[in-house]
């Protein structure tokens, strides 16, 4: 908010005159805080993956002259993928049904789809409530089955 550690640090500093309004009660503090919350577990699975990488696979590549570049885009992300598409799975099953964070940092202005369902079933409305239900299922199935398309876990994991 206006009295927040960010706006302090910047107004000693005199960075900026005035307090930065758009930190709080916004769709950019919707974004910054769920960011916060959920990179973790973007980041868990793609560390566990990078971590299962044999060290010999880079060095060999090297070893045969590639750069960087080429070693991150031949060897590096293919076998970090399955990381990737496990984290992304993660993110868009725990957001889709994300209301309490939207609700306490944007102060109501912001809906997501699972603020929406909370705000439906309390007015008693249920078909309202169940159609968005459906409909939120019915798009986490499709993104689900896009990752799987990607990369067979079965067969990585």
Not at 1 to 21: D, F, M, S, T, Y
Not at 121 to 128: D, F, N, R, T
Request: aromatic share 8%.
């Amino acid at each position: 908010g206006k009295e927040g550690a960010i706006n302090i640090v910047l107004l000693k500093l005199h960075i900026i005159q005035q307090p930065i309004e758009v930190l709080l009660f916004s769709e950019l503090s919707v974004i910054i805080g769920m960011t916060q919350i959920y990179c973790v577990f973007m980041v868990g699975p793609i560390a566990f993956m990078l971590a299962r990488i044999d060290r010999n696979i880079i060095e060999a590549a090297r070893d045969l002259g590639a750069g960087f570049g080429r070693i991150f885009f031949k060897i590096i992300f293919p076998l970090s993928l399955p990381g990737v598409v496990v984290g992304a799975i993660f993110v868009s099953v725990m957001v889709l049904g994300e209301f309490a964070t939207s609700g306490a940092l944007s102060g109501r202005k912001v809906n997501l789809l699972g603020n929406i369902i909370v705000t439906q079933v309390g007015s008693l409305k249920w078909a309202m409530a169940s159609v968005v239900g459906v409909i939120l299922t019915v798009v986490i199935g499709i993104v689900i089955a896009g990752f799987l398309r990607i990369v067979d876990l079965k067969r990585e994991l």
